[in-house]
């Protein structure tokens, strides 16, 4: 599964979640969705916004954790 560390970031950087979304371009709603880790998705333009606006590596912000399940393969090729 994937951890999202949002919020220890900005907690790190001082910066408030509406402060943030403005400078990234987009609704406090859509980060809160980003914060709690209910996206499913994110786009790189996004990823590469809030690196940059907090001074981070996309590493510090995502995190791989295994939680001990079979991987879901159903997009695969075989």
Known sequence: MIVVNLDVMMAKRKISSNELAEIIEITPANLSILKTGKAKAIRFSTLERL????KCQPGDILEFADDGKPADNSDSEE
């Open 51 to 54: 690196c940059a606006a907090l």
